[in-house]
């Protein structure tokens, strides 16, 4: 009866199909108790560029859940001692403050158990045989929303890059993927040299030009993979996932020439601009980043007392 909740309680005669779980890709959570169909569907998202977690185990889709803030939930109506319904309802409070679209697969047609559904707030629903074209569509389209509503949500407006409410979620990513597979990354943060006396001399305008210019800057040198967070004023965290800690120290050093030569423009007169950093080493699974941004912030504040324009590790 699917009108019926009951608790969703570990079961291990379940299958868990895939965990292949890659920080540069959007992850579809699949959820279904036909172990060929689940198959079917991990082979043909991953195909189309999707990284894949897939389980037919309810119980482990919550976990998963909870763990990976998935772009995408695909999951199955019925299950032998469970539903979807009662999944999307053990996960509403976690979906009211994290955007992730769900769509629903089943055999069953009913008008009830579509408008049912659609009024727990699940954004999507297909029939069984899976048109595997129009799936795909589908979760594109749904992808793009979900990317268009970050864009809202997590992006600086003046510089472009990430906001703090984005390194939050980032941090939980990354941390995730450290326990599954170890993974480290170098964790920097860099801060303009002598900015106060820009603002100055030039103007906050001008300021707010070398602010956008020095993202342009680091977006146009750091590779695709690493992340630039407005984290204060004129104060970025950097990201580097699977990066040791000496080869981030030389890149943003090599970094600091580049961007050294960078010419402003202040009518007439052309000036240039600096900046220092601390970089550190993440390679334990904390709680918050807290304690790390602490070590990098540290070492920032070594490189600026030693004379700026420089990077300490
Ligand atoms: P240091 O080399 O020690 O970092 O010197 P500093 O002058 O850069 O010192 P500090 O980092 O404390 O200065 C931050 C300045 O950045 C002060 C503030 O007016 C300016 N600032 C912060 N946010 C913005 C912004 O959005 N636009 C502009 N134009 N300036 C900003
Ligand atoms: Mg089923
Ligand atoms: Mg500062
Ligand atoms: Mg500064």
Same mark, same amino acid.
């Given at each position: 009866?699917?009108?019926?909740?009951?608790?969703?309680?570990?079961?291990?005669?379940?299958?868990?199909?895939?965990?292949?779980y890659?920080?540069?890709?959007?992850?579809?959570?699949?959820?279904?108790?036909?172990?060929?169909?689940?198959?079917?569907?991990?082979?043909?998202?991953?195909?189309?560029?999707?990284?894949?977690?897939?389980?037919?185990?309810?119980?482990?889709?919550?976990?998963?859940?909870?763990a990976m803030a998935?772009?995408?939930?695909?999951?199955?109506?019925?299950?032998?001692?469970?539903? %979807?319904?009662?999944?999307?309802?053990?996960?509403?409070?976690?979906?009211?403050?994290?955007?992730?679209?769900?769509?629903?697969?089943?055999?069953?047609?009913?008008?009830?158990?579509?408008?049912?559904?659609?009024?727990?707030?699940?954004?999507?629903?297909?029939?069984?045989?899976?048109?595997?074209?129009?799936?795909?569509?589908?979760?594109?389209?749904?992808?793009?929303?979900?990317?268009?509503?970050?864009?809202?949500?997590?992006?600086?407006?003046?510089?472009?890059?990430?906001?703090?409410?984005?390194?939050?979620?980032?941090?939980n990513k990354l941390f995730t993927e450290m326990k599954r597979?170890?993974?480290?990354?170098?964790?920097?943060?860099?801060?303009?040299?002598?900015?106060?006396?820009?603002?100055?001399?030039?103007?906050?305008?001008?300021?707010?030009?070398?602010?956008?210019?020095?993202?342009?800057?680091?977006?146009?040198?750091?590779?695709?993979?690493?992340?630039?967070?407005?984290? %204060?004023?004129?104060?970025?965290?950097?990201?580097?996932?699977?990066?040791?800690?000496?080869?981030?120290?030389?890149?943003?050093?090599?970094?600091?020439?580049?961007?050294?030569?960078? !010419?402003?423009?202040? %009518?007439?007169?052309?000036?240039?601009? !600096?900046? !220092?950093?601390?970089?550190?080493?993440?390679?334990?699974p904390?709680?918050?980043?807290?304690?790390?941004?602490?070590?990098?912030?540290?070492?920032?504040?070594?490189?600026?007392?030693?004379?700026?324009?420089?990077?300490?590790?």
């Amino acid at each position: 009866d699917i009108n019926q909740p009951s608790e969703i309680t570990p079961d291990a005669q379940y299958t868990t199909v895939a965990i292949d779980y890659r920080i540069d890709k959007p992850l579809a959570l699949i959820l279904d108790d036909d172990v060929a169909l689940l198959t079917y569907l991990k082979d043909e998202l991953e195909a189309a560029g999707w990284s894949v977690v897939a389980t037919a185990s309810p119980y482990k889709a919550i976990e998963y859940f909870h763990a990976m803030a998935p772009d995408s939930l695909i999951l199955d109506l019925h299950f032998s001692d469970s539903d %979807g319904f009662q999944v999307i309802e053990t996960l509403s409070e976690k979906l009211k403050r994290q955007y992730v679209p769900t769509m629903m697969i089943s055999h069953d047609t009913s008008r009830q158990a579509k408008l049912k559904a659609y009024r727990m707030g699940i954004d999507d629903m297909m029939v069984k045989p899976i048109d595997m074209e129009e799936m795909l569509a589908r979760l594109d389209r749904q992808l793009r929303n979900k990317r268009r509503l970050e864009q809202l949500l997590f992006i600086d407006e003046l510089t472009g890059a990430y906001n703090r409410k984005y390194m939050h979620d980032l941090f939980n990513k990354l941390f995730t993927e450290m326990k599954r597979s170890g993974e480290v990354f170098s964790l920097a943060v860099l801060d303009l040299d002598h900015f106060k006396s820009v603002n100055d001399t030039y103007g906050h305008l001008i300021g707010d030009e070398v602010l956008r210019g020095f993202v342009a800057f680091l977006k146009a040198n750091l590779r695709s993979t690493d992340s630039i967070i407005r984290y %204060g004023g004129e104060e970025f965290v950097i990201v580097m996932p699977r990066l040791e800690v000496g080869y981030a120290k030389q890149l943003l050093t090599e970094l600091i020439e580049g961007f050294s030569q960078m !010419s402003f423009h202040s %009518g007439d007169a052309v000036f240039h601009c !600096s900046f !220092s950093g601390g970089v550190t080493l993440v390679d334990e699974p904390t709680s918050s980043s807290h304690v790390w941004i602490e070590a990098a912030d540290t070492a920032l504040y070594q490189a600026k007392t030693a004379g700026r324009r420089q990077i300490v590790a």
